[in-house]
C-alpha cells in the first residue's frame, strides 16, 4: 500500500469525519501565535503556489496509473472534457487515475484528476458535475487558501523561506505532505455548498442536465454504507447537499 491510500484507507476507517481537520485546527491555532509564520507565508507569490501546485500534480501522476488516450477511461475523459481547457479564465487540465477509488480533486493550477472508479459508477452528467463541482473549489480559492495555510505551518515554511525568493525543488516527502493536507483534508461544509453552487451553474450555462448534481450525490450516500467512496472523506454530507440542490432545482 502506498502512502496515499494508506492515508485514504487510514480516513475510511476512522470514518467519514476523518482526523485531519482537528490536527489542521491545531496547527491553525498555532500558527496565529506566531506572527512571523504568517507574515513568510503571505509573502509566496502566486506564481510560486503556482509551481508547488505544478510540483505536486507531477508526484501525484507518478504515484498513480495514469490512463493514457487510447484507454477507455482516456478517450471517455477526452469526451467529457472537450473545450474546458479553459473556463472563465482558468485553464485547466485533466487526467484520469486508473484505480478502484471513488475519487477526484483539483488543484489550484488547473489540475484536475478524476479516479477510474468514480467514472465506473456515474453517468457523463453526473461526472460533469463532479468536474464543475471541482472547479467551483478551484474558483472559490479553497485550494489556494490550504496551501497558504501549509506553508503557514508546516516544516514546508523553511523549505520555501530558506530559497531566497525563488520557488523551491520540493522533495518527494515534502510533496506527499503537502498533497496530503492541501488535498486530503476535508472541506468544510461551507465549502462545499460553494463548490456545489458552481457546479449547478457549470451544468446550466453549458447545458448540461442539472439533475446529475443530485444523482450523482445520491449515489455517493448511497455508496457510502458500503465505505467505497473516498471523495467522502474530503467532500462531506453528500445527503444533505442532495436535498439541498433538489430544492433548488424545484424551486
Ligand atoms: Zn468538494
Known amino acids: 500500500m502506498n502512502r496515499r491510500n494508506f492515508i485514504l484507507f487510514s480516513a475510511l ?22 506572527g512571523k509564520k504568517l507574515s513568510d507565508a503571505e509573502s509566496v507569490s502566486d506564481e510560486d503556489l503556482k509551481t508547488y501546485f505544478d510540483q505536486m500534480a ?11 488516450p487510447e484507454t477507455s477511461y482516456g478517450k471517455r475523459l ?8 479553459n473556463y472563465n479564465g482558468l485553464d485547466l487540465n485533466f487526467k484520469a487515475y486508473q484505480t478502484s477509488d471513488i475519487n477526484a480533486f483539483a ?16 453517468t457523463d452528467d453526473e461526472i460533469r458535475y463532479v468536474i464543475g463541482h471541482e472547479i467551483g473549489h478551484i474558483q472559490s480559492g479553497h485550494t489556494k487558501a490550504r ?11 523553511s523549505a520555501v523561506s530558506a530559497t531566497d525568493g525563488k520557488a523551491a525543488k520540493l522533495a518527494d516527502s515534502q510533496l506527499g505532505d503537502l498533497f496530503e493536507k492541501v488535498i486530503l483534508a476535508q472541506h468544510s461544509q ?37 465505505g467505497g ?9 453528500p445527503k444533505e447537499r442532495a436535498n439541498r440542490m433538489r430544492t433548488q432545482l424545484a424551486a
Open 107 to 122: 488543484m489550484a493550477n488547473g489540475a484536475i484528476r478524476l479516479y477510474s472508479g468514480l467514472m465506473d459508477e456515474f
Open 58 to 68: 507531477a508526484h501525484e501522476d507518478t504515484q498513480n496509473k495514469v490512463a493514457g
Open 190 to 226: 461551507s465549502n462545499e455548498r460553494e463548490a456545489d453552487d458552481r457546479a449547478m451553474n457549470f451544468m446550466k450555462t453549458l447545458k448540461y442536465d442539472p439533475n446529475a448534481c443530485v444523482s450523482a450525490l445520491d449515489k455517493l450516500d448511497n455508496l457510502s454504507g458500503g
Open 13 to 34: 476507517a476512522s470514518g467519514i469525519s476523518s482526523v485531519t481537520p482537528v490536527a489542521w485546527a491545531l496547527d491553525f491555532g498555532k500558527a496565529m501565535d506566531v
Open 147 to 157: 496551501i497558504q495555510m501549509a506553508m503557514r505551518t508546516s516544516a514546508l515554511r
Open 229 to 237: 467512496a473516498s471523495w467522502l472523506s474530503t467532500h462531506p454530507s
Open 78 to 85: 477526452a469526451k467529457l472534457t472537450n473545450g474546458l481547457n
